[in-house]
């Protein structure tokens, strides 16, 4: 099953390169209407609009969840054909999104998204994955309910385009619901805490939620209201938000040893570097680095999978590598490490250099420049961290001594030559920025200099035992200032909601709320039907006899 589906995405993947080729050379944009349904009046129709943005990212989607695919056959051992089904409901969730340009079918396409990834969550259907997977969509639902509340706003505009948008006065209360549900779904500050939470799910389906899904499905909805979001004023609200985030996962992350939640860390600073360039208003950088980011991110999180599968621990201070026997995993593991540092001339230097650059230059006063560039030292400190402990550290605990198989390296070597080339490439490609950056020499040799400077002083922490105790500043730091404390809470209440539904399920009681729901739903469904065939006379008697009643 799940090679009928990796080559139906390999397929696929072939034949948009000619049509992102075509568009990108012309400039083309394609929309397509679809009408569903017709009664009287009233219209339902489901667009789809395709032009540089969503094709870029459309085939980056796609690219990975086949590199994913193909993974999966090796790593899932048992319900492949479930999982698979699962897997690609949710790669459609998130390509419905990118393609819709109307509000109503990017509200279904976020309720897949949110519905698929409970189920991927709490694929291992244990009591840990069960309350991730429970606290990651209830952090969720926030943004599931200010998105709705932002389309029933919409509902004065007479359309729910997002290009109708740019003609609209722009209202701060819809605006604010957009922003609050972009900060849920990409995690930013106060929502965080469930991104560390849904590492409970299978490693690949990691790789896809924290490469190009789940997470850049809030950069994604921002850029597509750009015009929304510039003529309001939410610059530094998002620049606020965005700089706490990534000084909080930056910190985190030099304190973290679960090598699954590192990389999430590192995904949650690279989400916040998109949001810091949003806010300087370098839309076209920040989905730049969002299309870079997705093929690195997701070939770091199988290189991790693998190493966690031979190591038998997720600890980072337990895992090593053999490259005797994963020769390819080894390299592509340190070559995407090294894109995450942003070394010269590789993907993400092309993104990430001239984010810097823009940051230096702009209205932007320059202690929070500082603190950017800064923190984007941490980056490759962690980075370099990951890299010296697993090629360093000497394996002491029993070890699975299996070579790789053809899918575990084909599904490498699928993102590693992207992730090399494709900043290169895609910079040609698309037009990333108007302006002209007039840099000194010395401003311009920060970011290589930076890199250098922290290889130099990076050095492998040995006497970090697990036991060592911790003091009130490392607890902070690792537990993302205290948000996952102030959540135990809410965990205990869904765990308390659970064991009720468990014991109601049993004595019979859900199945018949669930059937008087059903037939209440019905019932109501038939009246309204005969409502709307009553004349207007008749349909005014019947309300002004309901008021009686009730009054």
């Not at 086949?66 to 409901?89: G, N, P, R």
């Not at 015009?227 to 706490?244: F, K, Q």
């Not at 090294?338 to 230059?361: D, G, Q, T």
């Not at 902070?476 to 209440?493: A, D, E, I, P, V």
């Amino acid at each position: 099953m799940i090679k009928n589906y990796t080559l139906f995405m390999i397929l696929a993947s072939i034949m948009l390169v000619p049509v992102n080729m075509m568009i990108f050379s012309k400039s083309l944009t394609i929309m397509i209407e679809w009408k569903m349904m017709s009664m009287k009046s009233s219209e339902v129709s489901m667009f789809f609009l395709l032009d540089e943005s969503s094709s870029a990212f459309v085939l980056t989607v796609m690219m990975v969840t086949t590199s994913i695919l193909m993974y999966s056959s090796f790593y899932i051992e048992k319900k492949k054909k479930m999982f698979a089904k699962i897997l690609v409901t949710f790669m459609i969730s998130m390509l419905m999104m990118i393609l819709s340009p109307n509000m109503m079918s990017l509200v279904m396409s976020w309720e897949g998204l949110g519905m698929t990834s409970f189920v991927l969550i709490m694929y291992y259907q244990n009591k840990k994955s069960v309350m991730s997977s429970f606290y990651t969509m209830m952090m969720n639902r926030v943004g599931d309910i200010t998105l709705l509340l932002t389309m029933m706003i919409l509902m004065d505009s007479a359309s729910w385009m997002f290009l109708s948008t740019e003609y609209l006065n722009h209202s701060m209360v819809w605006i604010s619901f957009l922003s609050i549900s972009t900060f849920s779904k990409s995690a930013q500050m106060p929502f965080s805490s469930w991104l560390t939470e849904a590492m409970a799910a299978p490693t690949p389906v990691s790789a896809l939620v924290h490469s190009s899904t789940l997470v850049t499905a809030g950069v994604y909805l921002t850029i597509r209201f750009k015009s929304s979001m510039l003529s309001t004023g939410m610059n530094p609200i998002i620049l606020t938000v965005a700089m706490m985030t990534l000084m909080m996962a930056s910190l985190n992350s030099l304190m973290e040893m679960d090598m699954k939640k590192l990389v999430a860390l590192s995904t949650l600073s690279q989400i916040s570097i998109m949001f810091i360039s949003i806010s300087a208003n370098l839309y076209s950088l920040a989905f730049f680095h969002m299309i870079v980011h997705a093929t690195f991110k997701a070939l770091i999180f199988l290189c991790s999978s693998t190493f966690i599968y031979v190591s038998n621990t997720q600890d980072l201070r337990k895992l090593s590598s053999t490259s005797s026997y994963m020769m390819v995993t080894n390299i592509s593991f340190n070559v995407a490490s090294m894109i995450l540092c942003a070394l010269p001339f590789v993907s993400s230097f092309y993104s990430k250099e001239i984010i810097m650059e823009m940051m230096m230059i702009s209205s932007i006063n320059s202690p929070l420049t500082l603190i950017f560039i800064t923190l984007m030292m941490v980056t490759s400190s962690y980075s370099l961290k990951m890299m010296m402990i697993i090629n360093l550290n000497k394996m002491s605990l029993n070890m699975k001594m299996k070579k790789e198989t053809y899918n575990q390296k084909m599904s490498k070597v699928l993102l590693l030559i992207p992730s090399m080339l494709l900043g290169n490439k895609l910079s040609w490609l698309m037009e990333l920025n108007m302006n002209i950056v007039y840099l000194s020499i010395t401003e311009k040799l920060i970011a290589p200099v930076m890199i250098l400077t922290m290889m130099k002083m990076m050095k492998v922490d040995k006497s970090f035992k697990i036991n060592k105790p911790n003091t009130s500043v490392k607890q902070m730091m690792s537990y993302m200032w205290f948000m996952k404390n102030l959540n135990l809470m809410t965990k205990m209440n869904f765990m308390n909601q659970g064991v009720v539904m468990l014991k109601t399920n049993e004595k019979g009681a859900m199945t018949n709320q669930v059937k008087t729901l059903i037939k209440f739903i019905y019932l109501a469904t038939k009246l309204m039907f005969k409502i709307g065939k009553m004349n207007l006379k008749a349909t005014t008697l019947l309300m002004f006899i309901l008021m009686i009643i009730l009054i």
